[in-house]
C-alpha cells in the first residue's frame, strides 16, 4: 500500500506548471499535422506530377482546337 501512495505523490509534485491554453493549441497543432500528413498520403502528388499532367492537359486543348472548325457566326 505505501509503494501505490509513493507512486501517486511522484505524479503529483507541484514542479511542472501547465499552461492549458497552450497545451490546447499543442495538441490541436499536433492532430493537425497528423491530419494534413494523412491526406498527403491519400491525396497528395508531387510537383512533377502535376506538372506531367498539366502538360499532357494542355497538348490536348491545344489538339482540339487545332481541329476546330471555324463557322463564321461568332460560335
Same mark, same amino acid.
Request: net charge positive.
Given at each position: 500500500?505505501?509503494?501505490?501512495?509513493?507512486?501517486?505523490?511522484?505524479?503529483?509534485?507541484? @514542479?511542472? %506548471?501547465?499552461?492549458?491554453?497552450?497545451? +490546447?493549441? +499543442?495538441? /490541436?497543432?499536433?492532430?493537425? &499535422?497528423? /491530419?494534413? =500528413?494523412?491526406? $498527403?498520403?491519400?491525396? @497528395?502528388?508531387? /510537383? =512533377? &506530377?502535376?506538372? %506531367?499532367?498539366?502538360? $499532357?492537359?494542355? /497538348?490536348?486543348?491545344?489538339?482540339?482546337?487545332?481541329?476546330?472548325? &471555324?463557322? @463564321?457566326?461568332?460560335?
Amino acid at each position: 500500500m505505501a509503494e501505490a501512495t509513493h507512486l501517486v505523490t511522484a505524479e503529483l509534485r507541484m @514542479g511542472d %506548471l501547465v499552461n492549458l491554453r497552450t497545451a +490546447r493549441k +499543442r495538441a /490541436k497543432r499536433r492532430q493537425a &499535422e497528423q /491530419k494534413a =500528413a494523412s491526406s $498527403r498520403l491519400a491525396h @497528395g502528388r508531387s /510537383k =512533377a &506530377e502535376r506538372a %506531367l499532367v498539366q502538360s $499532357r492537359s494542355d /497538348k490536348t486543348q491545344r489538339g482540339l482546337d487545332q481541329h476546330r472548325i &471555324e463557322t @463564321g457566326d461568332g460560335q
